[in-house]
């Protein structure tokens, strides 16, 4: 027996040596290190490297038993030893490149060209023995626990799976470590300091954590499972009665949630909503009407800014609306500026439309900062004195209660998105997104839909804009960067392109996240890449795929799959005169 | 035929440019109320230029359109398809990815015949059955011969005056071909006027009353069917003889 089909997985392991060695050397390792996820056991830096070696011991498992086999012919045992021998060689290459990194930063110091390559990264990889000898740390480490990865490759699937999502929902625990504590808390400090410290879960946090995911998710998979065996068989009523209680759940659940978590999360739910709205509403101009805005901050600009004027004593002293008073205007204004910047711009397809719109989200910014309309926009100043929103006498000040304001208009939003789904002005924009110049020959009159769509957008990301005025009191021009337009793209494209669901989990994943565990704010725009660039290889259609965007990604493969089918003949009758 | 008659469509010396490129010369067609009149002619001679003049897509330089009398040459494309001109485009151009009824309903975009959609609907399924059975299927899915048929029953849905084709035949089987040109009869005996653009000269020429024939933008024969099929000149160049 020849041992070349283990040569397939030397690439595994010499990609995952590349991945980890880079973020170790761009200092993220170090950064991470400082936040645990199980108290000075395990620190986020490890779950990454974990996380890598693993997914490389699974691959490289599984494509040295392809190899095998294609080589040997099928043999359980003989699969067994080369998952496990194949995914051990690729942990050692992987471990390989930090080993010879260990080894190089002890002989020469890397520091003048690589400067986060600093004494506690070496520390950290190999475990506190940054000698030479320290080298065989992360090198016989990464080998076994890329080992354990193989190892995972020969459970039957649904073990495995149980396995994966118990794991993977674990380290997302720890990795929100700081919103339970917090939520804890409320119980009793004491209470809390039992399962969570400022740092991470503590051990014995950390084992209910695990048992509790465990259940959970071993209990989901039963239910699944029961339910694809035998479908529900209950009358349509019951159905509905069923999901009506689900939906009520998730609704009290959302009504609940700042009280549960307390200020500080709340205060990133609030800075989630505002990004969830806009990702509504880019949602429409993208998703459902096709047009590439990137200057999407433009409107949401416009929103927040005119929100402050209108209701600051400092700008135009004689205007001084209450936040409600203002809001029409708002709104209004936003979706003038939207058509007035559509009426030019939508004549433009694809590229250049993308080009233009980031063009006129800088010039947004520019004007805000500029002197000539300080007097009214406050220039480098800004807005200030932005009063609170008041409902009903009572004042929302706290985050916990600005956190209504936004869901209220996230609610608004969705249903507005919904509705549209299956309306004619929807169909009108699906058939123009398909092929607009037919659409047009059918009678869409496609400059009017895409006005509309573009000032739609617009006003949506007014009601954003405005809630962000009252939220911190305050408005500067920096806060409109085109990293707005750039956060709310990938988000919509993270979670699903015309996704609704989408939006929430793309919101969750690039806003919330980043804003909970502040370290991930360096490598912000370095992860969104890596983020984008593998949903639009490995899943195009996002996360949570709208049906429709699913098919279309999915047609080509599907066009092919037909060209297997027999064509069908359809009969007609002979006509020998008209073949002429 | 109908020469009291004034007709549906006409276009009066229709002359039209892409940028500085001269496409339509002079072009004068009248179509009169139920007819099936075709437009014949090789590749680049206009013939797509034409529909598009028509539908207001392009506006033509000199020469106007009148559709029942009235100039609708500069008005825009949704003001045109409202007056009652519905076109089946080349390739049949479906939406692919939206279902056979969705595609139906964006071709009743603008009905204005105050029918509701359902006996629109049930009209195109009497004259296609198939249709009817692939309601809820992708229209990318649909076979050529069926894409033809959901793509003429969403012109029909827009119940149009007059119905323009832009080469039915194009890319299809020949038996898929007569079957479509018979189907274009019997709408047109259903009372629908037609003008179809053709480069099979045969299959055209064997439904229609009248043909034209353009050559790089200008008409250069006008004749009833029979007339054309006669032509000697018609024969050599279109019809394949030797």
């Known amino acids: 027996m020849t041992l070349d089909h283990l040569k397939s997985s030397l690439k595994p392991g010499f ?79 992987m471990g390989l490149f930090l080993a010879v990194l260990v080894v190089v930063a002890n002989l020469i110091n890397l520091r003048p060209v690589f400067v986060n390559v600093t004494p506690k990264l070496i520390d950290l990889l190999t475990f506190g023995r940054p000698s030479l000898a320290g080298s065989i740390v992360p090198l016989s480490m990464f080998t076994i626990v890329s080992g354990l990865g193989g190892a995972l490759s020969l459970f039957r699937s649904d073990i495995r799976r149980l396995i994966v999502t118990s794991l993977l929902w674990f380290a997302f625990a720890g990795l929100i470590s700081e919103v339970i504590r917090l939520s804890l808390s409320r119980l009793g400090v004491n209470v809390a300091r039992k399962f969570v410290t400022t740092r991470g879960l503590t051990p014995l946090g950390a084992a209910v954590m695990l048992a509790l995911i465990f259940a959970i998710v071993y209990a989901s998979q039963r239910l699944r499972d029961r339910q694809r065996r035998q479908p529900d068989q209950s009358s349509p009523a019951r159905k509905r009665a069923v999901r009506f209680r689900s939906w009520g759940l998730i609704f009290v659940l959302l009504l609940v949630l700042p009280w549960v978590v307390g200020r500080v999360p709340s205060d990133v739910l609030v800075l989630v909503g505002i990004y969830v709205l806009m990702g509504f509403g880019l949602n429409i101009v993208v998703g459902k009407a096709g047009l590439l805005d990137l200057g999407y901050v433009a409107f949401f600009a416009v929103g927040a800014y005119s929100t402050a004027i209108l209701t600051s004593a400092d700008q135009l002293p004689n205007i001084q609306l209450s936040f409600w008073a203002a809001l ?198 370095l992860l969104y890449g890596v983020a984008i660039i593998y949903m639009m290889i490995v899943r195009p259609e996002g996360l949570l795929p709208s049906v429709r965007r699913g098919r279309e990604l999915h047609e080509d493969e599907m066009a092919q799959d037909a060209w297997g089918k027999p064509a069908e003949v359809i009969p007609v009758p002979a006509n020998p005169e008209l073949s002429g | ?95 692919k990815r939206m279902t056979v009824r969705e595609n139906l309903e964006i071709g009743a975009f603008l009905r204005t015949n105050g029918k509701s959609l359902d006996e629109d609907m049930e009209r195109v399924f009497t004259l296609f059955p198939r249709v009817k059975e692939r309601l809820n299927q992708r229209a990318g899915t649909l076979s050529g011969g069926e894409q033809q048929m959901v793509a003429v029953g969403r012109a029909l849905m827009a119940d149009p005056k007059i119905l323009l084709m832009d080469e039915p035949s194009m890319g299809l089987a020949p038996v898929l071909v007569e079957q479509t040109f018979e189907i274009i009869q019997q709408i047109n005996e259903q009372g629908t006027t037609i003008f179809v653009v053709e480069q099979n000269a045969n299959m055209a020429l064997s439904i229609a009353n009248r043909g034209y024939v353009l050559q790089t933008g200008k008409i250069v024969l006008a004749d009833t069917a029979q007339g054309l099929l006669n032509d000697s000149m018609m024969r050599h160049a279109y019809l394949g003889e030797a």
Request: a neutral charge; hydrophobic letters at 50%.
């Open chain 1, 15 to 93: 990609y995952a040596g590349i991945v980890a060695l880079f973020i170790s050397v761009i200092g993220m390792i170090e950064t991470f290190s400082n936040r645990d996820i199980i108290h000075g056991v395990f620190s986020i830096s490890h779950t990454f490297l974990v996380i890598i070696a693993l997914i490389t011991g699974y691959f490289s498992a599984t494509r040295a038993q392809r190899a095998g086999i294609r080589q040997h012919g099928i043999d359980r045992r003989a699969e067994v030893v080369n998952a496990i021998a194949g995914s051990l060689i690729a942990g050692f290459v």
């Open chain 2, 1 to 95: 035929m109908n020469g009291e008659k004034k007709p549906v469509l006409e276009l009066q010396n229709v002359t039209t440019h892409y940028g500085p490129i001269l496409m339509l010369q002079n072009l004068s067609v009248e179509i009169f109320p139920g007819e099936i009149v075709c437009l014949l002619g090789g590749n680049a001679s206009g013939k797509t230029t034409t529909l598009k003049t028509i539908l207001g897509m392009i506006v033509p330089t000199e020469g106007s359109v009148y559709l029942g009398g009235e100039k609708i040459s500069g008005l825009n494309t949704m003001e045109i398809v409202k007056m009652g001109i519905s076109m089946v485009p080349e390739n049949r151009r479906l939406f």
């Open chain 1, 328 to 525: 029409p205007f708002v709104i209004g204004i936003t979706g003038l500026a939207g058509l007035l910047i559509g009426a030019p711009v939508l004549r433009m397809r694809g590229d250049y439309l993308a080009i233009v719109t980031l063009g006129f989200g800088e010039i947004a910014r520019f004007l805000a900062l500029s002197d000539w309309f300080s007097p009214v926009l406050g220039g480098a100043q800004g807005v200030v004195k932005i009063p609170n929103v008041v409902i009903a006498g009572i004042e929302l000040a706290d985050p916990e209660e600005l956190y209504y304001l936004i869901m209220f208009f996230c609610l608004i939003t969705l249903f507005i998105s919904w509705r549209l789904e299956g309306s004619r002005v929807g169909r009108a924009w699906v058939a123009m997104r398909e092929d607009e110049q037919v659409a047009e020959s059918m009678g869409i009159n496609t400059i009017y839909y895409k006005m509309l769509a573009f000032a739609m957008g617009a006003m949506i990301a007014s009601l954003g804009g405005a809630v962000f005025a009252v939220k911190l009191n305050t408005v500067f021009p920096f806060s409109f960067s085109v990293n707005v337009s750039i956060t709310v793209l990938s988000l919509i494209i993270i979670g699903g392109i015309g996704s609704i669901p989408g939006v929430l989990v793309g919101a969750f994943a690039l806003v919330g996240l980043p804003e909970l565990l502040r370290e991930f704010d360096e490598y912000r725009l």
